[in-house]
């Protein structure tokens, strides 16, 4: 086999929608008429001077300088307002407010928007300027090393961190026969070389021809893509990415298509289904998609293998917050003594590069990726965006090309943001950060120990 | 009058016109009735940032509301407040506090004090300017106290006064010469960055000017990230190499050692130790930076508050703790940030991004990008970094450190605590502020 290393192809995709701009300058002509006509005086008639404008970023840079700000060049470093309280006032766009929803932040929004439009690593300068730690993935640190490193080569040369990853039951061990070979059945898994699946469509864009973005760009990344069965009725051919997702009633139509997957997913546990569906097709990985909290027992002793929880998209799950509850299912696979032989996939409530390698942490092989898609291809949602059914979302009028642009562009920061952790962890594959609790730390025990014997400590 | 010349006094002109009317504009706006409606955010509220720069004018605590003493992040130093002596017990205002912390605590090299309870953080030239660094420089002078290189070479003006400069050996090794390391008092081997644990140092290519490239034998404008982590250091015993290299250079020097805040920050601390550290410097995750990745800066690594009681209480347990100076950095604002990390278990603190507050920050975090900071602080542009003169900068730290000093010993005096010293590890003089109460009306003033 020909070694040939991942490459993700970043591009730069602008905005194809507009985006409201982060602040509005209001400047007082009054004002900036009496300073210019006291400037003149002052400087005696050095233009240069005079014109000279407190803004490198060219928000005065028109013909008429101040009387006609450029708002949308504005970066909100304030040098304009510090110098001229009483003429200029840099104001938060509110606009910017009607981004995303109470759980898709409209910061969140915007580094998404960086993302998918360029493909790069946020990179900003000053400290964090956020809250505490916090509540869900905010309140997980992951760990460092001060002196080990995946390799010595550097992460922006030649060191490699493999984010590769199997999708299906892998053998906990293996057995061979007489001659050498390998005895039994060979086992089905599907090897992807990133952890971050394309997760179902939202109830209101299926049919809506987004399936074929999401499948060019999956296929691209050599990744999967989720789509509901209602949505492939008419498709004539199976691209190597598509994963169907049918429920049980459906699988008799699923068997009649003229293709194959690779994977299908079934929607909640049907024993019968999923007996029907390997016997059918053997060679296809078939996953069971259920909500957190809902249990296993039935189809690890059935047999399943590929698990696939879902959350809400706000991340809640029946038992509370989507992170606890990977780690609930991750330690009962555990406790099961088939963690190894089992992938488990998670969606729902990352909308962050940096919640991917915190739920991987926390137990997951993979993700599946939802409503961060539909950011990065500028969907605006109206109103609150919980759930897949109930989800309403204002998708811009897009060429196919573009989207998958945008969709390579945030896998392939999100990607690079990985590697950041894993290398910062001195991790050399994405596979042994899954489970890795000891490399993170939690809020709630670090306060306790820190803070633990002060007076009026409080345990949360 | 040449070209050159001309260009020079239009230079001058406009920098003269723009320095005015900022300097006006630091000393106006804490005295408005309301912030700028876009400046601040949880860690540096607008009110904490008009504090400093009312601080950094006046050199004196502000009076009235307490917006300078902490921030709104909800948790850390901003969940802690102190358990004052009642009234009567308080010292009075005549009562002299001793301030002055050892930087050195093994029983050999030379002794060095320092009159306050911390110095300057390492913030390279490249990533701020030759006038800020010098800024930093004459304030570190009159106080007495350090200021540090940072990874990005010395330029000749700091030579005058290299007994207040660190000078830092980081990864890249970028200015890392026989004279630079024969000039530090203090050598600090910077292994990682609070602000991107686990990376190296970012500078972005349009700030790589001519100069920078020079001081770093680098080429210009092209962009440097430094190594991660030291190619030659595997182990406590290969960073002991380095120690014994810098010493043979400057033996008098002493040795710190700059860490993140890992899981096991505890253990790094002993091995710093044991490698032959005098001052052991943690920079917590929250801490400051001219770039980093967003995911590093709010994800990897504990923030400082955690690190320093771990770090404290290991180093007590394994007999060492009076031996090593615990300094710790990474989102330290205020005097009451210092006197709480002291509390927790630190001999003292190095701040940075307050001292660039202290000269115009509105931490907008645009460091990285274009010719950099607007109030050409974190720049190397020719003409943006004109905007400080280094005299008016030293003057604005040295009056937040005047500030610092005197909020400082008042807190002390409020303990009932005649020194610094006393107040290390004293977690019993905290408080910890409950959730359902705002932390901005519960803090004690």
Redesign the interface.
Known sequence: MTYKRYHIPVAPAPNSAPHPRR?NVNVSKIGLASLLVR?IFH?RG?M??VL?R????GVFSGPVGGFAPRPDNC?????C?????DMV????NSDRLELGDSYFTPDNVD?VLYEAATGR??????????????PGW?G??????????PT?D???GREFISTQIDIGERPAWLSFDEEGGLDGDPWQVIRLPLPMLFDRLPDSLLSGGWEAALLDAAGSLETLAIVPWKALREMSSAPSALVPLVAPAEIDHLLEAAWRPRMVEIEGWDAGAFARLGAAWPECVVAVRLPFGDPIDEPLASGCRTLHFVADYHGRTSSGFVLESIREVHDALVARGVREQTTLIGSGGLTA??HVP?AIIAGLDAVALDTPLLIALQGRFRGECRTAESCKVEMPNVDRAWAKQRLINLMGSWRD?ML??L????IREVRRLRGEV??A?F?AD??K???G??????H? | MSMSDRDDH?MR??TD??TH??R???A??PR?EAP????G????PADLILATWDQAGTGAPPDGPDAHTHGL????F???GF?WLPDGEQFGSATEIDLTIPLNRRPYDPRIEIPVPWYGAGMSYGSVSEQVMLARAKAAKEWGTFTSTGEGGYPDSLFEYKDHVITQVATGMFGVREATLKAGRIIEFK??QG?K????G?L?GDKATVSVAKMRQSVPWVSL?S?????S???VE??RKHVDWVKTINPKALISIK??T??DVDM?AVGSYYAGAHILHIDG???????????????????I??A???VHRYLLSEGIRDEITVMAS??IRTAHDIAKAIA?GADGVILG?SELVAM????????????G???GL?TTDPE?SLLIDPVWGAERVSNLYSAFAQELSTILRRLGLPKVGDLRGR??L??????DVGVNHVHQG
């Open positions: 602040f400037e400087y050095d240069s001077t000279s407190p803004c490198m970023y970066v909100g470093c304030l040098r307002t510090v110098q001229y309280p006032r840099v104001e938060p580094t690593v946020p990179v900003k300068g000053a400290g964090y300027r956020g809250r505490y730690g916090g905010d997980m640190w992951t760990d460092m090393s001060e002196i080990v490193r010595r550097g992460i922006h590069a940096e915190k943001q950041e952790i290398g910062a962890m001195g000891g490399r730390m809020q670090l306060e120990e820190a803070f014997e002060i007076e009026g400590y409080v949360v | 239009q002109a406009v016109k723009h009317a900022l006006s504009g630091f106006r706006w408005r700028p409606p876009a400046m955010d949880l860690r540096w992040s909800e948790g850390g901003d969940r802690l358990k292994y990682a602000a644990p686990g990376l190296g970012h972005l990230f190594p991660f982590p030291f190619h250091v595997y182990s290969d960073h860490v993140s890992p899981t790094v995750s929250y801490g400051g930076t001219g770039a980093a990745p967003e995911i590093a800066k709010k994800n990897i690594a504990m923030p508050e955690y320093i009681p771990k990474g989102g927790l991004t115009g920050c509105t931490r907008c975090s645009n460091c990285e990008r274009g010719r900071c607007p109030f974190t943006l977690t019993d905290l408080t910890y502020l409950p959730h």
